[in-house]
């Protein structure tokens, strides 16, 4: 069964940080693109950053450069989401979806990176406050 599973969400104070993981079975994460995205309450989704098969990075939003780091580690099967200098703009529900299609190529809709993921997550919460 295919399916990806995050985790690492929680409360954390403005200025922490926070590593995601986002876990595969069923596939084999290395061979398909990956891409975290998130959702807070009454926003559409939006594109935080995708590294594609061959680790090329594409970032979607200027206030997380320099302080999110995607990674990936295919032993692991895993794909993470370094957050580090933590804001409380930041708290939402991040996901990880898969997609053999390339990455976005740029900052685009909630709908389109719906449309794109072919393999969601079920999310996880991360809420910064102090």
């Known amino acids: 069964q295919v399916q990806l599973a995050e985790s690492g969400g929680g409360l954390v104070q403005p200025g922490g940080s926070r590593r995601l993981s986002c876990v595969a079975s069923?596939?084999?994460?290395?061979?398909?693109?990956i891409g975290w995205f998130r959702q807070a309450p009454g926003k559409e989704r939006e594109g935080v950053s995708c590294i594609s098969s061959s680790d090329v990075i594409t970032a979607y939003i200027d206030s997380v450069k320099g302080r999110f780091t995607i990674s990936r580690d295919n032993a692991k099967n895993t794909v993470y989401l370094q957050m580090n200098s933590l804001k409380s703009e930041d708290t939402a529900v991040y996901y990880c979806a898969a997609d053999v299609h390339d990455c976005p190529a740029k900052k685009n809709t909630g709908t389109y990176y719906v449309a794109w993921g072919v393999y969601w997550g079920q999310g996880t919460q991360v809420t910064v406050s102090s």
């Open positions: 069923g596939f084999t994460l290395g061979h398909v693109n």
